[in-house]
């Protein structure tokens, strides 16, 4: 099979992953609940003033709106073939992510065509590239999730990719080609994380330049061509500054550079989140990292050796210096991590019998270590809170896996990377296929029963419900369609009003001045929630 295929098998079995079971846990605070009314409100308003994302009818100036825009199209044919009962309906969970799984599915080939560029010819380190990023945790389970990580990792990776295919004398109709295609992904990026965009270009193009492939005026128009496809993104910022004056600088300012000089909403831990969350989801891969960065280190002269250590490099610094740090943050560190390790698994499959050197008796070591991991895997797979369908198909990849890489057969070795990586994908496979995939989700109480309780309640004209407590919760207001008045608003309201209101509360809000009556109690069975009481003036 000619090593395209297998690119795409591998991109089918990202999609098989990203997929499955797509829409059968709710979705998440904070991110996916925001993004999902967003697309909703940008679904019922017209064209163009509904590329001006709103939420709950205010202007929403967090994030600029293409993937919102992209789920708003996908809600609106939802609505079209169900009809008019869809109008009345929360649009299901799978359809919401459906669009940002997509999008995340690109990283496979992607990552891919530009380990064909660094290695031109390594048909095994391609394909042993893209099965790194299809069985990386972190990556196939963030894609699931409607957020904004996974599409921007999937333009990162398509404007290396444009940018490492121009050759060393590129034709004009090469640079135009070529030179589009970055500046496009870099306006998808504009329009997906606005911060990101002009650092991620100008790093990418600083690589590019250091290589001294071209002279000064082969730089001019490829230049020119990369602006012209930045310009829908340029375009639409300018056009939201003239409509929203000042206050649609706040994506770059409160939600950009803020993020940098110090921790918003709380979100501290600086450089040991994102380095801790690579510790954590990086296995079994992460055992070759340290080996990839030497490796690379050594070749430094080689295009290969070059751009991995400087896209890792780019990366890191992209993410590392945040004050402000969130787990997904790190998404953007596992294309450069996938590039750098792809290699190494090649290497183990391809390797000659000489093994003088030292990074090749330590790449060797690296499948022992596998065997090791994966028998005591097995040990105590009964003492973890992990499903046994995930654990053991794991384990026996690691154990027959690394078993197979370290036969002096050739052929041995390559049905050993197969069963390796087949079965990580297996396991992964069964993680999705069970609700414990997101497991955010049971550290907070479940919005479920409220909605239960209130959605037969609460009405048009009615005030919207009260929730007693700090912390906002989205979904809850996605799920009902209302935006849920919180913490001290919700109190202040409370002791002032004069007509019946439903109030969710851990402990009834009754005063002199106010009878309330327990309509709903939460399941102390797990994570406890708030009650729902009817609250009328005494």
Not at 11 to 36: K, M, S, T, Y
Not at 53 to 79: E, F, M, S, V
Not at 126 to 139: D, K, M
Not at 222 to 247: A, D, S, T, Y
């Amino acid at each position: 099979m000619a090593w395209r295929w297998w690119i795409v098998l591998l991109w089918a079995g990202a999609i098989v992953l990203l997929f499955q079971h797509l829409g059968d846990v709710p979705l998440r605070d904070w991110d996916e609940a925001l993004v999902a009314r967003v697309a909703e409100e940008i679904s019922l308003r017209p064209f163009p003033t509904n590329l001006l994302p709103t939420l709950w009818d205010q202007p929403y100036l967090n994030k600029p709106p293409l993937l919102h825009a992209l789920i708003g199209l996908a809600i609106g044919l939802w609505r079209h073939t169900v009809g008019s009962e869809a109008i009345r309906q929360v649009p299901p969970e799978w359809l919401v992510r459906a669009i940002p799984a997509l999008c995340s599915s690109l990283i496979v080939p992607l990552v891919a065509l530009v380990q064909w560029r660094l290695r031109p010819g390594d048909r095994v380190a391609a394909i042993c590239t893209a099965a790194v990023a299809l069985t990386l945790l972190p990556l196939m389970r963030h894609g699931r999730l409607a957020m904004l990580d996974g599409s921007l990792i999937s333009a990162m990776a398509l404007q290396w990719w444009a940018l490492l295919s121009l050759p060393s004398a590129p034709s004009r109709s090469q640079q135009r080609h070529w030179g589009l295609i970055a500046g496009a992904a870099g306006s998808a990026i504009l329009l997906l994380k606005a911060p990101a965009s002009l650092p991620l270009l100008v790093g990418a193009c600083l690589l590019l330049a250091w290589e001294r492939r071209w002279t000064p005026r082969q730089w001019l128009p490829l230049l020119i061509w990369i602006v012209i496809g930045l310009l829908p993104g340029l375009l639409w910022h300018g056009w939201h500054l003239l409509e929203r004056g000042p206050e649609a600088l706040a994506m770059w300012g409160r939600q950009g550079l803020a993020r940098v000089v110090s921790p918003v909403e709380g979100h501290s831990g600086g450089w040991r989140v994102p380095v801790l969350e690579v510790l954590e989801g990086g296995w079994p891969w992460l055992a070759l990292w340290p080996l990839a960065m030497l490796t690379a280190l050594q070749q430094r002269r080689s295009r290969w050796g070059f751009w991995c250590l400087g896209l890792t490099l780019l990366t890191a610094a992209a993410v590392l210096p945040l004050r402000t740090q969130l787990p997904w943050y790190s998404h953007l560190l596992w294309p450069s991590f996938a590039l750098s390790v792809g290699p190494l698994l090649a290497q183990l499959i391809q390797r000659s019998g000489a093994t003088s050197t030292l990074t090749h008796r330590l790449l060797l070591a690296v499948p022992c270590f596998w065997i090791l991991a994966g028998t005591g895997l097995l040990a105590v797979q009964g003492q973890l809170n992990v499903p046994a369908t995930v654990t053991i198909p794991a384990a026996l990849g690691l154990v027959f896996g690394g078993g197979l890489l370290i036969t002096p057969t050739p052929r041995w070795r390559q049905w050993g990377a197969a069963a390796l990586v087949a079965l990580l994908w297996g396991a992964l496979f069964n993680l999705f296929a069970s609700p414990i995939w997101l497991w955010e989700l049971s550290e907070q109480w479940s919005v479920q029963p409220a909605v239960a309780w209130l959605q037969p309640l609460i009405s048009a004209e009615g005030p919207p419900p009260l929730l007693l407590q700090e912390n906002e919760r989205p979904s809850l207001n996605w799920y009902l369609g209302q935006d849920v008045t919180t913490g001290s608003r919700a109190r202040r309201q409370l002791r002032t009003t004069n007509q019946e209101r439903l109030v969710l509360s851990t402990s009834n809000p009754s005063r002199p001045q106010l009878n309330c009556s327990l309509i709903g109690q939460a399941d102390q069975t797990s994570q406890p929630g708030p009650d729902l009481y009817r609250c009328k003036p005494s």
